[in-house]
């Protein structure tokens, strides 16, 4: 004799399994020290393990690299900088840096699943329309990077690898990178408040 | 000896290591969403003194990770001088990180946070990456026009004990106290500027903030490994070593591996002065033992192919470097066996006997044997004699290159 397993019925169409992916509940942030200590070990560990600390600025550097070298590969040979990287028969994508940016961007999707915070959408300050918000995103990106490849480190390879480690050299890139903003921060205040 | 930092190419194909790279990548990432970094309005508030949440997660961090860090090397499971300690290029930082300030207000983001807004579909945070990819570029194209800016005020691996003159443990403390009393001045500005009703906030971390205290204390009283700690750790093995003649290597092979062109060999004279003037190899280094100190970071940082060789007249003091750079943790170190005085009794030519060896004498243990009619340097033959005429003897390679354990390059490399 077979047992008939009678399905509950939902009482409502069950949506796709994307649309419930993306329409979780937004949960909020984590408490910062919480979130702090977090990151202090997820930091200990690299250190701990791997002798290198985290970053995201060289794994994006190797990404250009890479596509220079596939659209100009002999360009890539002519400069000294990206020869380093890329020239001759350098994969560019072949170093650790690389994967700990790819893992980021994972992470934070994850973590933004889990949370309910995927949302297309843009945060700005209420003086500014969504245009003017991605001009200057991409120009302070600009800046940014330039910034990070000339101090050979951004806020996670100087500022907080570096920092943790007391290497005297990061303690000075993160005053620099935190004056420079305080110091700008009433210039641009129209953006932010 | 310390087990960490691991030697991941040792252990893992290149497919593990990287899956490591890429695990501790996702939790970085996770860690930065699940903290509000990838929203550029919360970013920005900081600068405001409105919202301090991205200034106390980064300090937490540094603080949490520096503890955690020099507990580990304090009690000798992890090396402090095989992990990535960014050299410092004084000017080169300072601009570079104004210009990351301006980018950061303009902006709204950093490269790390900015890569978890474009994972959670945040539009700025996609115009922000691909500013950065551009910015990236542009540095590539022009950087080469300042290459002297760019490479200058080099100071190495300097640390913040070295700078300041005091012991880990007090610089520990000193950043500790900073970060909480920036916390505590952090929170009172919130009120101020961003309304915010502290007295609702979690009181375990006022238990944290005592933990933190207590353990950069305890770090003053333990103290981080002296050179005599880090040699106790390894004795047994390297003395071995040096009592089978594992690490001491005959002419011969010396003379093979100045024409090896796969090799970066760094021969060390550690002799005086004026015996280096007398006679010693050719491109060997003139190093005193006292200066050895100096250059571990140096020696360390030297690409993974890298050799050293240690020569001292006899093997006496050359044993006495050969222990200290071990035990500092430089990777292939060996001993000219004999040192340069059965160099010489092995390459030397006529030439040698008549104008420069001349004759020998008994002396005290480590000292020249050859009494030399003038200063010669490496201007004899057997400073550099020729592979060709030596290439029949045989002898037994000791010399076998290990695997790095120190990363070459760091975070933004």
Redesign the interface.
């Known amino acids: 004799m077979t047992t008939e397993i009678e399905i509950p019925k939902e009482p409502q169409k069950k949506d796709g399994f994307f649309k419930r992916l993306f329409n979780r509940p937004t949960k909020p ?5 919480v ?24 794994g ?2 190797r ?3 890479f596509i ?1 070298d596939i659209v100009v590969p002999g360009h890539v040979d002519r ?4 020869i380093k990287v890329a020239g001759g028969e350098l994969n560019a994508l072949d170093n ?2 690389v ?14 699943i889990v ?1 309910g ?9 209420p003086q500014i329309t ?1 245009k003017q ?53 009433y ?3 129209k ?3 | 000896m310390p087990l ?3 030697t ?1 190419d040792a252990i893992f194909l290149k497919v593990g ?20 970094f ?5 970013l ?2 900081q ?2 003194f409105k919202d ?3 200034f ?14 020099f507990t ?1 090397t304090a009690f000798g499971i ?1 090396d402090y001088n ?9 000017w ?34 996609i ?15 022009t ?2 026009k300042a ?1 002297h800016f ?1 490479n200058g005020s080099y ?1 190495g ?7 300041f003159g005091l012991p ?1 443990g007090v ?2 403390l000193l ?1 500790t106290l900073m970060a909480i009393f920036m ?1 505590w001045g952090g929170e009172k500005l919130e009120e101020i500027y961003g309304n915010k009703d502290i007295s609702k906030a ?1 009181k ?2 006022y238990i ?1 903030a005592g933990v933190a205290v207590v353990v950069a204390i305890a770090l003053i009283f333990i103290g981080q490994p002296t050179i005599a700690d880090r040699w106790a750790w390894i004795e047994e093995e390297k003395q071995a070593q040096l009592d089978n003649r594992e690490i001491q290597i005959v002419p011969e092979e010396l003379l093979h591996t100045m024409h090896d062109s796969k090799l970066n060999l760094v021969m060390l004279d550690v002799r005086d002065e004026k015996d280096y003037n007398l006679f010693h190899i050719t491109d060997s280094d003139h190093v005193l033992p006292e200066e050895i100190p100096t250059l571990i970071d140096q020696f360390i940082a030297l690409p993974a192919n890298s050799l050293f060789v240690i020569m001292s007249n006899d093997e006496t003091r050359a044993t006495e470097v050969w222990k200290y750079m071990v035990a500092e943790s430089v990777p292939n170190v060996y001993i000219l066996e004999g040192g340069i005085n059965n160099w010489v009794d092995t390459y030397a030519t006529p030439y040698e006997n008549e104008y420069c060896a001349g004759e020998k004498e008994d002396r005290a243990d480590d000292e020249f044997k050859y009494i030399l009619t003038s200063a010669l340097g490496d201007h004899c033959p057997a400073a550099y004699p020729h592979l060709e005429e030596h290439e029949h003897v045989e002898y037994i390679p000791k010399i076998k290159m290990k695997l790095k ?3 070459s ?5």
Not at chain 1, 117 to 125: P, Y
Not at chain 2, 56 to 69: D, E, N, P, W
Not at chain 2, 95 to 124: E, N, Q, R, Y
């Open positions: 942030y984590w408490n910062a020290y979130g702090g200590t977090i990151l202090g070990i997820v930091l200990f560990t690299s250190f701990f393990l791997t002798g290198s600390g985290l970053g995201a600025s060289g994006l550097s990404i250009v690299a220079e400069v000294p900088y990206l650790w840096i994967y700990v940016s790819l893992g980021a961007i994972l992470g934070g999707f994850i973590s933004g949370n915070r995927v949302k297309l959408e843009t945060n700005r300050g969504d918000r991605w001009a200057f995103a991409f120009i302070g990106g600009l800046l940014f990077t330039y910034g990070a490849r000339l101090a050979r480190g951004c806020t996670s390879g100087q500022a907080l690898s570096g920092g943790a480690t007391l290497s005297a050299g990061s303690w000075a890139v993160m005053m620099a990178i935190f004056g420079g903003a305080y110091l700008f921060a210039t641009f205040r953006l932010w408040n | 960490f930092p691991l991941l290591v990287y899956a490591i790279f890429l695990i501790i990548g996702t939790a970085f990432g996770y860690v930065l969403e699940s903290s509000g990838n929203k550029s309005t919360i920005a508030k600068f405001y301090l949440t991205v106390k997660v980064f300090f937490t961090a540094i603080v949490v990770g520096m503890l955690m860090l580990a992890l095989l992990i990535w300690v960014n050299p410092t290029y004084l080169s930082g300072l601009v570079g990180g104004l210009v990351m300030g301006v980018g950061f207000i303009i902006g709204g983001f950093c490269p790390g946070t900015s890569l978890t807004a474009l994972a959670t579909l945040k539009v700025d945070g115009f922000f990456v691909v500013g950065g990819l551009v910015g990236i570029f542009a540095f590539s194209e950087i080469d290459a760019f100071f691996r300097l640390t913040l004990m070295e700078l880990t610089v520990i950043v916390f979690p375990g971390r944290g354990r120190a990363p390059a760091g975070g933004c490399g």
